[in-house]
């Protein structure tokens, strides 16, 4: 596995346990989200902004990629923020999925330019 141009350590995981994450990464929405939360953590009305769908598809999306232990959730008052969860054993091969999907540059500047937070009072 490459990082950076850095070769890590990484183990060998369960078949189970890989094509779990493939198929869950099978979806687009849910790749799109993981390739976005590589380069920032969000909120689910930042992801909404990218989307242009509703909160529940949104979290459910996100409970999904939660119960497989691929995202980590920080609560800040009353939102919650989502982030990769690096502690996880299938965060090797999250990473080597994502390098070679295309950065979300486009989205992400978009949550910025709109700064949808603002509006859902993250």
Not at 47 to 66: A, G, M
Request: glycine share 6%; net charge positive; proline share 2%.
């Amino acid at each position: 596995m490459r990082n950076g141009g850095n070769v890590l350590l990484h183990s060998i995981v369960e078949l189970e346990k890989a094509a779990n994450v493939l198929k869950l990464l099978g979806d687009k929405t849910r790749l799109t989200m993981m390739a976005i939360l590589k380069q920032r953590e969000c909120c689910v009305c930042e992801f909404q902004e990218v989307f242009d769908t509703s909160q529940p598809s949104i979290s459910q999306h996100l409970r999904k990629l939660k119960d497989a232990g691929l995202v980590k959730e920080e609560r800040r008052g009353q939102w919650i923020y989502y982030s990769l969860n690096q502690q996880n054993e299938l965060y090797g091969l999250l990473l080597d999925i994502l390098e070679n999907v295309s950065d979300q540059r486009d989205k992400i500047k978009l949550i910025e330019k709109s700064n949808p937070t603002l509006r859902c009072g993250c």
